[in-house]
Structures are given as C-alpha cells and as structure tokens.
C-alpha cells in the first residue's frame, strides 16, 4: 500500500510541496535540501525505537543497533569540528541552547548575548523566551559599522560580570572571532557559548572559523548549511560532558529520536567527503556575488555585506517594507524572509529588511552565473512589487531555471 493510496490527503500535498521546492529558489538561508541518503534514513524503521540513555548505558532492551548508529554519529560529528564530546540528542536548536544553559549555570546567572535585531536568536535572551525568565540575559548590540566592537564587550563584560558570553547568530553576515571573544571571557571569569547553527556547514567545510576548539560549549542545529535532518546538536569540552548529557536527558527530553540520528550521521559521513569542502566554498563565493550585484544596485546591505552565506538588507530605500518584498518575491517564486534590521523602527510582523542566503540553491548546483541572474531577478522583483504580471513572469523565467537545476529525479508521492 503507497502512501498515494493509503492517505492521498497527504500525499498529494507532500507532491505539492515536492513541486514547490523543485520550480522555486529557496532562499531563506536557513533551509537546505537533504540528500537522497538522509532521506531513506529519516524515513526508516530507526523511527520505532525507544532508546532513552546514550549509547551501552540505555533504559531499554534491544537498543544494539541504535547504540552503533548513535556512536557513528557522534563519532563522526567529533572528527568533523575536532570536538571533545558531542551529545547528538536535542530535538532542535532551541531544545540544544536550553539544554546548554542548564548544563554550564544555575538559574539567575547572567549570560551577555547579541541582541535579535542585530543578528542574535530568540533563544539568546529574547524577552518572549521561557529561557529569558530563568536566566538574567544582558544583550550587547553591533557597532555603527555593523561590525561585533570587541572593546565595547569587554567593557560590557567587566560591568555585568556574566557567567556566560554567547556569540553566533542568526541574521548576521561576518565572521566571528572567537579566540577575541574567549580572551574577554578569561578576563572577567565567564564560560563560552557559540551558536553555530546557521554557519555549521561553512565551519565543517573549513570556510570559517571553528569555536568548538576554542569555547567551552557549542549548539548547533544539523538541517542548515550542514544539509542534515531537522534536529540539533551540542558540543562541548569534556568536563562539561556528565553536565551537558544530564541536562539534555533526563533533563530535558524523552526518547531520542533515532531516525534523525541516523540521518545525522548520514549527513556528517557526507560533510566528511572532500565534495563538502567545494560545496561550502561556493555557498560563500554565491553569497559575494550576490552581495556585489546588490551593492551595484543600490540596495543596503547591513553589517556591510557578507562573509558567509547570508545577507540582511533593508529594502526601505526602494520604496518598500520587508513584508511587502518578501511577499512579492514569493510571488515571484523567489522565497526569502522578511527581517528586523538592526534597531528597526518597524515591527518585527512587519519589519524594514529581508534576510536571504545561498545554501539550498547551491546545493542544486547553482553558481556565478545563475546568482547574477537571479539578483537581477530579485531587483526588478522588488522595483515592480505592485505589478503581479512582472512577478509572474520572472517567477516563469525562475521555473525555467530550476528545470536545468533537477531536484529529487526520482522521487513522486
Ligand atoms: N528559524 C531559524 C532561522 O531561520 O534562522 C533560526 O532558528
């Protein structure tokens, strides 16, 4: 019984969404298109088992396969960022930097983390999170330049003593230096947090910057630039271990979820192969391209452009909010999302920036050539965002293009 015949509710908006991903350029950078082997183990019998405990230390019987496939992963996940300990359990990121806080302090400590608007998460010390209730977050902010002013966090450091420094980020465009920020940290006594989440992929495949050598603990999820199944990870230094595994179970969570596990290690097997080096290279090269072409044009770029495989750009000066560009991008089959810029005067439902990046459409194989094309398509998207019949026409010419791009050949639900 396929599932088209079992559920065909389900599977016919699975084939929609299959031909929305295939005739649209995904460009929110956060999203990416698994491989095929990721996929099938996602999808396995992996999925049935309860495994609650970590590998050869399990709550439940029958837990032999499952302990070697978590045990690949981790193995893996250690090799690729030269990681201590690794704990592949958290379900996501947010779970992962909750998890994380519980494990380095104790409820009340403050933590100094980059504020949202300029580039920071809501997990790091947004005042809607549950975490911003527990913890007491001070939230230091981007220079005019846009720029991470290492004098300026020292000085917030010695003022608020935090017993944690949390770096990386989700709308920010440069690099971080971490040995900086672990010197400030050795200064006033605090522990080290980096976030890699979205910048992952471009650390395994040695285009930036690694913390996990230099920090006490690093979160991450595994399905952005790292092109794995939706989940998280931490890693850390082993005398955080004990700390970190208790926090996340029985601290946190249940069962592991072990078909994302397995399709974690796929992932890392595949961010392992000298290919995944090229493929992060050109993630970057694509975003600078990008990144000129909207210089050309005009466009405010925020944080003065990219080092990695984002962009955040404040489309007011062309006579438009975020929301509006994204929604006529969207109809130009172009997806982005609208974004705060730094200190927006607009609302967050409604904000002056869009965020876009590189990762997905790399991944389909495009290069130079196509983002000139496509920053080409994006402008005259956004010059005539009033005007549905040029949406619709450059969505055509997008849908043209994805066709030289194939996406999942063989797959149909
Ligand atoms: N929602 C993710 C993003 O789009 O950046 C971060 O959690």
Known sequence: MTLQNYDPAIANSLQAELDRQREGLEMIPSENFV??????????????????????????????????????????????????????????????????YEALLEHGDTILGMD????GHLTHGHPVTQSSKIYNFVRYKTDAQGLIDLDNLRAMAIEHKPKLILVGYSAYSREIDYAGIKQIANEVGALTMADMAHIAGLIAGGQMNNPVPIFDLVTT????TLRGPRGGMILCKAKHAKAVNKAVFPGLQGGPHENVIAAKAVAFKEALEPEFKIYAAQIKKNAKILEQEFLARDYK??????????????????????????????????????NMIPDDPRSPMDPSGIRLGTPAITTRGMKEDEMKIIAGWIDEAIINWQNP????????????????????????Y
């Open 35 to 100: 491989s095929p082997a990721v996929l099938e183990a996602l999808g396995s019998i992996a999925t049935n088992k309860y495994s609650e405990g970590y590998p050869g230390k399990r709550y439940y019987g029958g837990c032999e396969n499952i302990d070697v496939i978590e045990q690949l992963a981790i193995d893996r996940a250690k090799k690729i960022f030269g990681a201590q300990h690794v704990n592949v359990q958290p379900l996501s990121g947010a779970p992962a930097n909750i998890a994380a």
């Open 116 to 119: 949202l608007s300029h580039g």
């Open 221 to 224: 999820t595994t399905h952005k």
């Open 301 to 338: 770029l925020m944080f003065g452009g990219t080092d990695n495989h984002l962009l955040l750009i404040d489309v007011t000066n062309k006579g438009l909010s975020g929301k509006e560009a994204d929604h006529a991008l969207d109809a130009a089959g172009i997806t982005v999302n609208k």
């Open 389 to 412: 019949k040029k949406l619709a026409n450059i969505r055509a010419s997008v849908k043209e293009l994805t066709k030289k791009f194939p996406l999942y050949r063989e797959l149909k």
